[in-house]
């Protein structure tokens, strides 16, 4: 499928990613595998150094190969970019250029608006030595910056491709509610872990715990405030129950089994 | 300074990275690489398969070499963890943990939170093939899942690093606000541009541009709308001028220079 047909062709899966000059066969793959990562799927090469198809883009792209038989090679810039009607170039430098500055989030938001009123778009990138020229830059709507320490920012061109690729990904996903992850297992309830809490304070007693007892409300507090904040599950309060039964050298509690 | 020392150090520069059985040298080079994008410079290698020092890592940390400097080897995870108040582990698979899932943004707000208090915090990753096991994930506090692809989710080692490095560093980097890049040139105001408007429908006039003349409004209005949403500079707006002046081969509009 590589060639340099750059008749129009509708863009799935995403913003096409387009690649000016890149130097390496592994950094190409490398971003095919990034892509493929966060959906994005249309890759298209402007003058890559070594030709099309490379062996080094085939080993690096782990199993995204399917990106890599679907790439295109163009001439030059103009030509690949042709169908698109928004593109966003990044850049590792902030220069003068007059042109919207975007943080990758807002970029990606950008293009998912773009993509919702079904208009081509496309994330332009530069070589690895010297990225992009103030002549591809003109040719975008807007500019995006990966914020980086400033003392080390230069990224790898399939991190970059990467990042780009995640945020776009991550400007359709749903987000993960604060309670992900917490419902794997039936909760607790609060007279369950009362009860294990007077078991506890029972034990505790009995082996002269609380002393001096004036401040047993206040230890029996941090005790309970370390259970409580761990929103403990069913089957975790039976563990409990097991472990303070094994220690008494008790038969397991008959009211939490 | 590699060595197996698992004494308290303070935690500068963000989260510990904390690499688990990783196996390829140049994976821990390229994620070398990307802490130091993001400014993250503290690199834990609990048994590392080809031994450390090594000259794979090496050659793919491209200057980022004083992070691999720094580097500390340990023989288990929990010597690598020993010193740590908040632990996030990063997973590509879901799992029934009964633990906070959180996306990656969320995960770099908490260790921002956690810094900003004086804990010291860590990221930890899995090996090439197997990531961390469950064992592994029991010991960290909460657990990091990067929406991607279901049907190609695997990321590379060093660009988890780098995804998760990012996003610690956007949680205290300052947004990009919706002007920036905007405000390089000095912007034209209104009179010069309603100056520019004038001379341009005068020309457009004398060429008999406005037909029939009842639509003359709305012809106006929408080449108004162009040049209002190009919030144009002064010098772009005397490069106008001087384009209208060339076209109508006049001298360049004295107002305008």
């Known amino acids: 499928m590589a060639g340099t047909d750059a008749s129009a062709r509708p863009v799935l899966g995403g913003p096409a990613v387009i690649l ?8 190409i793959g490398a971003a095919a595998r990034a892509m493929l990562n966060f ?64 943080s990758p989030a807002r ?13 081509a778009t496309g994330l332009l990138f530069g070589g690895e030595r010297a990225g992009l020229d103030n002549d591809d830059i003109a040719r975008a709507q807007a500019v995006v910056e990966v914020p980086a320490n400033p003392a080390f920012a230069s ?14 990904f991550q400007a359709g996903a749903p987000e993960l509610g604060p309670e992900a992850g917490l419902t794997l297992s039936p909760p607790a309830t609060a ?15 009995a082996a002269g715990f609380f002393r001096p007892p004036e401040k ?11 259970f409580a904040r761990a929103r403990l599950g069913e089957q975790e309060l039976r563990t409990l129950h097991g472990v303070l039964s094994a220690l008494l050298r008790e038969p397991p509690d008959g009211t939490a089994t």
């Open 20 to 27: 000016v000059a890149p130097q390496l066969g592994q950094n």
């Open 155 to 168: 990224l790898n061109l399939a991190q970059a491709v990467l990042l780009m690729g995640y945020e776009w």
């Open 216 to 226: 047993r409300p206040i230890m029996r507090r941090a005790l309970l405030n370390v």
């Open 107 to 119: 970029a990606a938001v950008a293009l998912r608006q773009a993509e919702a009123a079904g208009q």
């Open 191 to 205: 007279a369950e872990l009362d009860n294990f809490m007077r078991r506890l304070e029972a034990a505790l007693d």
């Open 39 to 102: 959906g994005l799927t249309e890759l298209r090469l402007v003058n890559p150094r070594d030709g099309w198809p490379n062996e080094e883009a085939r080993a690096m792209a782990s199993r995204a190969d399917p990106v890599l038989d679907g790439a295109r090679v163009y001439p030059g810039i103009a030509e690949a970019l042709a169908d698109l009607h928004l593109v966003v170039a990044t850049s590792a430098r902030r220069r003068d250029m007059a042109k919207p500055l975007w």
